[in-house]
């Protein structure tokens, strides 16, 4: 294999931003799933981090 072909290959910019795109939607995707599951499997926890998450959001300042 000439070394160009492998060089072009490896360069994520050659990806077109369609492809990016789409596999940053299946990734978020993913990673929603992953945190309902988490959720799911352990709702006490997922409460408490809830819980902090709001009390970051009031006290955050605009």
Avoid: C, I, N
Wanted: net charge positive; glycine share 0%; hydrophobic share 35%.
């Amino acid at each position: 294999m000439p070394q160009s072909e492998h060089v072009s290959a490896a360069r994520p910019e050659d990806e077109s931003e369609a492809e990016r795109r789409r596999r940053r939607a299946r990734f978020l995707r993913e990673l929603a799933e992953a945190r309902a599951l988490r959720e799911r499997v352990q709702p006490r926890r997922a409460k408490a981090a809830r819980l902090r998450h709001a009390m970051r959001m009031r006290t955050f300042r605009w």
